[in-house]
């Protein structure tokens, strides 16, 4: 019987553990019509929160684990972005928005402390930590750069109530910073397999930074099940990327395009001018066909700890291709196919390496893309160097419901918003319309000490679209405080929206946040001529030495009638002149001639 | 002038011809009034520059220099202001003998510990133990002969209470039966069990004990190691501190003190001192010790690590936690590959083992790909890292010496755990406790060399307290040269600006280090170690003030080309008129000496 019950009891924690893996990691293959492929690297980490606190590091790595301590930081989200997501043609986007960032480098936190100063302490610790450990500027989120949003942002974490445990929401963001190379390495360190084997092994600098658009993204949160088991912290480490899979294709020694020959030229017949003669070439035909090796320059170096506790292997690579396509694999994977017929998954084995092949054979078809829930776009307005403006588009594609979100921008302290001049319209209507903009947060600027902070509660009817306008003023800099090429202009935030789920079905509260971010801007300010200051030195030197120059020669000199002064005699002077070089004349030839005695 | 005119006849007859009114017009003669105004006019520009202009300018582009103590400094780091010495205080407990008796043997055993120690600066006291005075009837005599050794060469301090902290308890026992004196530490506190044989006690009237003699050699061997640490630190903080010499009085007493501790150390001994002090890490209040597994599959991916630093490590933590304390993270390394510069492991078919060359142990370590960055907060790293190889490469072993493990000076240990036997199920997911336990106790002994403790004697609570006299002396020399480098900068650099919080540190820290050689005179070690502590962080932070070392570069090319547009025009009208005053002033005076 006792023997039964601890079979029963090692069964059950057996269930648990495997229900909980410390490691799981997934790619997600998505081909976009009609040439870019969507790749989503998941990594997930777990440790248990006991383990963590006392130091004893496996899955969460030591560097970025003690950086979290050490700052009393309890929830960290960090992005690194470049490109933009085109969600009229790649539909919405991979995880809902939640693991993307704004261009540049943004950065979230949930700090403890005792007072606003005291987490605002944390936080410059935490940014110089991070910066050192990614090789990223984000020390420079200093507080010109950081918001305490209110709306925008809400805790993954399931164990802490912000507001009891003395918690307070930090988020900076750089987005003049180019991220690259020196940002994926850390990046990848921080992975158990470090890139040497799994699905990691695909990520290449080259690769990922030559793509359309991607975004890595760290997540570290704590999390207590409900059943009042431990609580554990988990780490998630997400690349994304929109590689175009003919530039990705083509070799890494040879990377200029060429035309295609005649012969293999595929021609778009249904164009009007179509024959002979014509050819536009069509690129849905090009299709989707590659391999694994050919879109990330090699293969996948097997699976990183994909063996749960039963000797199960785990999915590591998903492709969401219908089910028709023909899709090869080299290498001895077991497959999975899910039954709505969109994806299949493969579970490969710790030591082979896996290729993966979408072959151009059979019906070239693809699933459908969702379409996004919003679209925003954001450009400036306005003229000259003085004042601009800023204008918002907020499309509402659906046609049956209504939509509500937060809007949220920081702008630089150097941008000076006239709230008033605060606007949202629908296209439609010529005039305002009060009722789009449902609460405003609003916190000015303070020269050289805090951005500004704008969130708005916006809601779009169904099938239209708002405009939202604001005009600024451009503030003139110091001297010092510009960057280097100050001519290119100051980059602004990208502007965050929080997609609120709809009031009227209120299952859907439980539902994953939405976000969407707009594309950063570029403020060109009034630049200054560098050597100025020189410039100024020497134009006021020379202003003071005329001053003095006159005022000393009134008081000094003696003054006498123009007839009266003992003119320069020209020719007396001429006469001198020519004595001095006569006699000077006579030494050299003296001299020559002593030397000519002394040579002979 | 005049003859210039008069060379130019044509010249002249032709202005005569044609405006002979104006010719050789001269003007009227100066008033001396005007003179004198111009004088005046001259002289006050001068006097607003040299007045008004150039203290402004003065006091406007200066550098604010706090006072420094210079000379104090200089003084410490030479070693002139303190010469530490380290008096020990042994008690000797000999319940079995008559008082008079255990007074002489003390007394003739302090002779021959004198004779017997070269280094004077760290010397060995004797006392009878208090307890077995109050015992004694004759506590008045004996008191006088306590006093006489140990005040006798104190007496400056006043009171033996200064020797507080006893070294060494030195209990003597009478062993019937055995044939020699027998001398036992215990491995666990700080006593001396002298076992002697009851014929050897010292009878009071004789004038030399084989007992006594006995002891202090014994004595003397326990403390021969700490007394050559000591000696070295002195010798090599004497042979640092004179580089960055600026006051060419190089002391006679360091000289001949120098000399002195270089006759107590031979060469093969500093040679041995020099690595082990190399090899130590410099003394910090708190250290954390990183615990890494490396292994360059993905197996073994876990370990029963918090189980066995419990069970091997940390009571070595605690028993050490007196001198400073310790915070130990642990982490394991997956896919941990060899940098490319280092010879991969070559296969020895005759023992059958894969041996790594000796000469890249130093690059064993990838500092490019492993993360093993210091941890964050106050204090340095530790690292020690259990290399697991994969099992095509294993046993790994370092050629010649078929060693697998190994020390890098003041980072860290490197232990390759190979599996016991090719079966062994060491390569599997999760490594036991019982396989680290080797490896554990590995680096419990890189720890401790690591914390510069020595050698011998055998017991531990000896080595702690050796420890500590040691590490407030190397901690008193560093920040006293700290002083020295610091006074050195001062006046080398004189356009760096010193704000106040340097002087504040100095004051502290001087006065600190008077503290420290107080107390080591005292023999209160465990407060010149505190004082010390707080005397290196202040040298330390007065000597990295983030405003002095971050001075402003301001090259003289850009000086020029700011004054020089103002100075240059205002300048050279200023110059040639008091030249030309001055000029005429001299004539003045000349045509007014003979007239």
Known sequence: ?600 | MAQGIDAGPEDANFKVASSPANAQKQPPPESPKSIKTRGFVILSFWAVVLLLGLPVWLWTTSIHRARLPLQHMLDWADGKTCKPTFPLQITIEAPFLQEPEAAHLVRMTQHALDDLNEFSAHHLRLRLAKSFLSRDFQNASMTSIEDEYAIGPLTQFGNTDGLDEEALTVRLQPQPGAQTARAELQSHSTRLDVFYVSHQSPSVSSSSSTLATFIATKLQELFAEEQAIVAYILQSAQTMGHAPQISSSASSASREFRSRSHRSLNPELAARLDSRMTRSLKYAPTYHITVSLFTPSAAPSSWEIELALAEYFTPLLDSISGVSNFTVDTQVQLYATFSPSVHSPEYDAEQQIWTLREEDLSGFINAAEWPLSPSIGAGPTLNFVLYVPDRSTSPLVVRGSQASSWLIPQWGGVVILNPQNANATLNEATLLKESIQPALLTFSHQLLSFLGAPQTPPSLPLQLQTLTRIRAASLLLSASSTMGSLAWVTVALPSIAIPETVSSAVDTTLGHLRSTCEALKEGRFKDALENARIAEIQAEKGFFEKSMVGQVYFPDEHKVAVYLPLLGPVGVPLVMSALKELRRLWASRKAGQPG
Not at chain 1, 118 to 140: E, H, I, K, M, P
Not at chain 1, 342 to 353: D, E
Not at chain 1, 524 to 550: E, K
Request: with cysteine; glycine share 6%; charged share 20%.
């Open chain 1, 1 to 600: 019987m006792k023997h039964i019950s601890c079979l029963l009891l090692s069964l059950l924690l057996g269930l648990l553990v495997s229900a909980d893996p410390k490691y799981k990691e997934l790619l997600n293959l998505q081909p976009l019509n009609p040439a870019s492929l969507l790749a989503s690297f998941n990594f997930k980490s777990n440790a248990s929160l006991q383990s963590y606190e006392q130091q004893h590091f496996k899955y969460i790595p030591r560097s970025l684990g003690q950086i979290l301590q050490h700052a009393k930081t309890r929830e960290l989200h960090l992005r690194f972005s470049t490109g933009r997501w085109d969600d009229e043609s790649w539909g919405a986007r991979p995880w809902g928005g939640t693991k993307e960032g704004g261009t540049g480098v943004e950065l979230w936190a949930w700090v403890e402390g005792d007072s606003d100063a005291d987490s605002f302490a944390r936080w410059v610790t935490l940014n110089n930590a991070l910066s050192g450990l990614f090789c990223a500027s984000l020390n420079f989120i200093d507080s010109t750069r950081s918001t305490r949003p209110r709306m925008t942002f809400e805790p993954a974490s399931s164990v802490f109530n912000a507001s009891s445990e003395n918690l307070y929401l930090l988020h900076g963001s750089l987005p003049r910073e180019v991220v690259c190379t020196e940002n994926l390495t850390p990046f990848l360190k921080l992975l158990p397999c470090k890139g040497k084997a799994g699905i990691a092994s695909l990520l290449d600098g080259h690769k990922l930074f030559d793509a359309s658009w991607q975004s890595m993204a760290i997540d570290v949160r704590s999390v207590c099940p409900e059943n009042g088991s431990e609580c554990s912290i988990e780490m998630e480490q997400t690349v994304d990327m929109v590689l175009d899979v003919d530039r990705s294709k083509r070799p890494r020694d040879n990377p200029i395009p060429r035309p295609i020959p005649s012969e293999h030229l595929q021609c778009d017949q249904s164009k009007p001018y179509a024959g002979d003669e014509a050819c536009y070439p069509s690129d849905a035909n090009l299709g989707q066909s590659w391999t694994l090796a050919e879109i990330f320059g090699r293969p996948i170096q097997g699976s990183c700890l994909a063996e749960d506790s039963y000797g199960q292997l785990r999915d590591s690579v998903c492709i969401n291709v219908p089910h028709e396509r023909e899709v090869n694999l080299y290498g001895d994977a077991v497959e999975t196919k899910n039954e709505a017929g969109t994806s299949r998954c493969f579970a490969i084995p710790a030591s082979n390496p896996f290729e993966l092949v979408l072959s151009h054979i059979g019906p070239q078809t693809f699933n459908k893309v969702s379409q996004p829930p919003l679209y925003a776009s954001r450009s400036f307005t306005g003229h000259g160097q003085e004042r601009g403006g800023v204008q918002t588009l907020l499309t509402n594609p659906s046609t049956s419901s209504s939509i509500q979100f937060v809007y949220f921008e920081t702008l630089p302290w150097f941008m000076k918003p006239y709230l008033h001049t605060l606007t949202a319209r629908l296209t439609t209507a010529s005039t305002t319309s009060p009722d789009i903009i449902e609460e405003t947060f609003y916190r000015p600027a303070l020269d050289r000490r805090r951005g500004t902070q704008l969130e708005l509660l916006i809601s779009v009817p169904a099938d239209s679209a708002v405009i939202l306008t604001y005009d600024f003023d451009k503030a003139i800099l110091r001297y010092t405080e510009y960057p280097p090429d100050a001519n290119r202009g100051f980059d602004v935030a990208p502007a965050v929206i929080r997609l609120l789920p709809s009031s009227g079905n209120s299952s859907s509260n439980s539902q994953a946040p939405l976000y969407i971010r707009t594309s950063s801007l570029l403020l060109p300010l009034p630049t200054p001529d560098f050597s100025m200051p020189y410039n100024v030195i020497i134009l006021t030197s020379t202003v003071m030495a005329l001053a003095f120059g006159m005022i000393f020669n009134l008081l000094v000199r003696r003054f006498v009638g123009a007839d009266e002064v003992e003119g320069w005699n020209l020719a007396a002077l001429k006469a001198k002149a020519r004595g001095r070089v006569a006699v000077l004349v006579d030494r050299v030839s003296g001299k020559g001639q002593k030397l000519e005695k002394t040579v002979q």
